[in-house]
């Protein structure tokens, strides 16, 4: 039994990802509530969106009554870094045929980490090994989505400031990129552009027009000298 | 309801559009050198501007409006650096914020 075998790995190597989940897919959950949304919109959203940063932009996005064609753009460019993942990705998922579209549809930063740096059991089929991390990492995210928006849906406290989890995801993310990346052109650009745009008093604008100019923005930033000899 | 259905469609489209894109377009040929680069680099400004718009989202420019917000996000960036655990980093931070705000907000 090959897949008995995958199926156990896969959930021995997503342990990490268990917990990381559980817990912030619960405040995700508390805070989706405490916004005035019905309990039931956190699993919705975790099994079509399944997105943990989009997922809370979520629910001030819906809440300040954006327009439609600014919350896919924005949501798009805040998800632009999972482009990076499929490009890293193709080669490992070309052979694949069953379960390639969930696998790429799960494609979360977690899912990733643990994809490219996990190895399948030897005798195991690597597509439904891949398939058990996705399929996991998925329910971990639901069920600590759903357990938050139950409790938060039967506590009256209102856990003043538990919104700010998600500046402290957004930092948590920030540090990693700029470890990553190791040069301050994009974040130079990144903070100039909302800065500006708050002090010429766009402050409604800021979020959106400052990701869009930024992102245009990257697209023209010299090639570093490494990238440049390889290319 | 029907404006929230709406949304929640837009927003699986738009990220299921970043997840399937290198595969809809390059699964035969070579992605060109400009857009590898510029899809690695739009993270890291898209991640700092999300920073610095999130943080005047309560900033009142008053005094505690100010600092407790950016008490919150040094103190995230500190444990992130120590422990480089992001849940530490952000339940830690979260939970600094939180007692700022109880006593001093």
């Given at each position: 039994m090959s897949r008995k075998k995958a199926f156990t790995a896969a959930l021995k190597a997503s342990a990490p990802v268990f917990f990381g989940y559980i817990s912030i897919g619960f405040a995700y959950g508390f805070l989706l509530v405490k916004s005035g949304f019905q309990w039931y919109w956190a699993p919705i959203m975790s099994l079509t969106i399944f997105a943990g940063a989009a997922q809370f932009m979520a629910i001030s996005l819906i809440n300040q009554n954006k327009g439609f064609i600014e919350i896919g753009l924005a949501i798009f460019l805040l998800n632009a870094r999972h482009m990076v993942y499929g490009f890293s990705v193709l080669e490992r998922y070309a052979?694949?045929?069953?379960?390639k579209k969930y696998l790429i549809f799960g494609l979360t930063d977690e899912t990733y980490a643990l994809i490219t740096t996990v190895e399948p059991p030897e005798d195991a089929d690597p597509e439904f090994f891949d398939f058990c991390i996705t399929a996991l990492n998925q329910s971990y995210w639901t069920v600590g989505g759903l357990i938050g928006s139950l409790l938060g849906t039967a506590?009256?406290?209102?856990?003043?400031?538990?919104?700010?989890a998600l500046t402290a995801l957004f930092v948590v993310l920030l540090i990693e990129q700029i470890k990553t990346l190791k040069r301050p052109g994009p974040f130079i650009l990144g903070f100039a552009a909302p800065v500006l745009l708050y002090a010429f008093g766009f402050t409604e604008e800021a979020l959106f027009l400052g990701i869009v100019i930024s992102s245009v923005g990257c697209f023209l930033l010299k090639k570093p000298k490494a990238e440049a000899a390889n290319a | 309801m029907l404006r929230i259905i709406i949304a929640i469609a837009v927003m699986t489209l738009a990220t299921q559009l970043t997840r399937f894109f290198p595969f809809l377009l390059f699964s035969r040929r070579k992605p060109p050198q400009w857009l590898l680069t510029g899809s690695r680099l739009i993270p890291g400004a898209v991640m700092m501007v999300l920073v610095v718009s999130s943080i005047p989202h309560?900033?009142?420019?008053?005094l505690p409006g100010t600092w407790i917000p950016l008490s919150g996000v040094a103190a995230v960036s500190i444990l992130h650096l120590l422990f480089k655990h992001p849940l530490i980093s952000i339940f830690g931070g979260t939970g600094i914020y939180m007692t700022l705000l109880h006593f001093f907000g």
């Open positions: 052979p694949f045929k069953k379960f506590i009256a406290w209102n856990a003043p400031g538990l919104d700010f | 309560n900033l009142n420019f008053t």
